[in-house]
């Protein structure tokens, strides 16, 4: 099921895929949402303690600013690099998934 990415980022701004590229996408692929300003732009995942998360993303550039030059960038969870995108020869879009298992370290306060 597709849903929005709304509600985990405030960032960014809304495009469409060129409108003579438009029938290669299905319909949620045809809008999308993209960075020119900064250096990171965060998306906000809320973790739940003892759930496995899997994060599926998909990149498209299908040009929709018109420039024609396929990007490429770097996809961090948290502090960590999870992989470089590089949409180059991408004529149909880049999907990445990564299953997240949080590690819980438990703190006793020992101090007394």
Same mark, same amino acid.
């Given at each position: 099921m597709f849903s929005s990415d709304e509600n985990f980022i405030q960032s960014g701004k809304i495009g469409r895929v060129q409108a003579d590229r438009e029938s290669?996408? %299905?319909?949620?692929?045809?809008?999308?949402?993209y960075f020119p300003n900064g250096t990171r732009n965060c998306y906000n995942l809320t973790v739940e303690k003892g759930r496995n998360h899997l994060i599926r993303v998909?990149?498209?550039y299908a040009n929709y600013d018109g420039f024609d030059i396929n990007p490429?960038?770097?996809l961090y969870l948290g502090?960590? %690099?999870w992989g470089t995108i590089d949409l180059q020869g991408q004529v149909k879009g880049l999907?990445?998934?990564?299953?997240?298992?949080p590690?819980?370290?438990?703190?006793a306060d020992l101090s007394g």
């Open positions: 290669e996408f %299905l319909k949620p692929y045809k809008t999308l949402r998909f990149f498209v490429n960038f770097d502090p960590n %690099l999907r990445a998934e990564l299953l997240h298992i590690i819980f370290k438990l703190v």
